[in-house]
């Protein structure tokens, strides 16, 4: 798919408005490991768009204690995708990483 020729003003919009969702999800990733939210919190906001196109290892590489060796030999034993992302997410495997992470 070919990408669509934008204006000067549609990319500098295009453009803030990926700097601003990259600013909101690195202050969430933040309140995670400083013990602010957690977890269950934040799978709750699903809806959320911010938290629903972060990835799932992401999301646990920023809970406090967890890496990302950790936090990819768990996404595998309990068969979740590297590349899943939270709103991609079973209601089984939500069960299964707060069980495992909270």
């Known amino acids: 798919m070919a990408l669509p020729n934008l204006s000067d003003e549609e990319r500098r919009a295009a453009l803030k408005k990926a700097a601003e969702a990259r600013q909101k999800r690195a202050a969430l990733k ?14 709750a906001r699903e809806g959320d768009p911010i938290v629903g196109r972060m ?25 979740i995708s590297p590349t ?9 495997q939500k069960e299964n990483l707060l069980k495992e992470f909270a």
Request: proline share 2%; net charge positive.
């Open 30 to 43: 933040k309140q995670l490991k400083n013990g602010q939210v957690d977890l269950k919190q934040v799978l």
């Open 84 to 92: 899943r992302r939270v709103q991609g997410l079973g209601s089984n």
């Open 55 to 79: 990835k799932v290892g992401n999301l646990l590489e920023s809970l406090p204690g967890v890496g990302k060796a950790r936090a990819h030999k768990k996404m595998e034993d309990l068969k």
